[in-house]
């Protein structure tokens, strides 16, 4: 497969799911995800070849022009899409599906100094919020959603959606109908308790206030 159709599919995936994208010419000339990948395919590709210093010089120059920092070691899929970009960072022993989806903010990160995977792995099609942080050498399997802000140091299941800090599971994805199976949420289920015991104690105190009202309306009479 040539490298001019994979950076047309770059284009196309943008094309997907950037509803800002106008055409071509514009994902190609201004979008900064877009520039970082192709900045990556070179400084990876000498970086696979052993050469000294140049990927990283590539990639210390993309993340000052596009603000986004991707180790040339980092292993990136087909159609990979960042949107925005901003503060996307994604260490050295990183592996990336295809159709992948990254907001800005985002940090793949590791957890340890040993020459070691301590980076995740995301499989096809994951999206990863705005600002959440994958951290370690964990997987993300395919389909996954993290949403925005959250943190995640533990294994996520394919068709998972992951919020929270630390992130937690609440809902999964049926592939077989396309339904939303949602998860009992523990805290989300306190708050709803603590919000009903709120709305009572606030009835019982407007009935208590009626009544003294007709007392002392009584008392007056």
Known sequence: MSLLF?????IQAAMDRDPAARNPAEVALFYPGFHARLAHRLANGLHRRGVPLLPRGIMHFARFVTGIEIHPGATIGRRFFIDH???VVIGETAEIGDDVMLY???TLGGTSTQRIKR???LRDRVVVGAGAKV???IEVGEN???GAGSVVVTNVPPNATVVGVPGHIVAFHDDSNGAIQRLPDPEWERLNELDRKVQELHQM???LDEHLGVIHANHHD
């Open 104 to 106: 800005q903010g985002v």
């Open 85 to 87: 970009g901003m503060g």
């Open 144 to 146: 996954a959603r993290i």
């Open 205 to 207: 105190v407007e009935h």
């Open 135 to 137: 951290i370690g050498g």
């Open 6 to 10: 994979d950076i047309r599919e770059d």
């Open 119 to 121: 980076h995740p792995t």
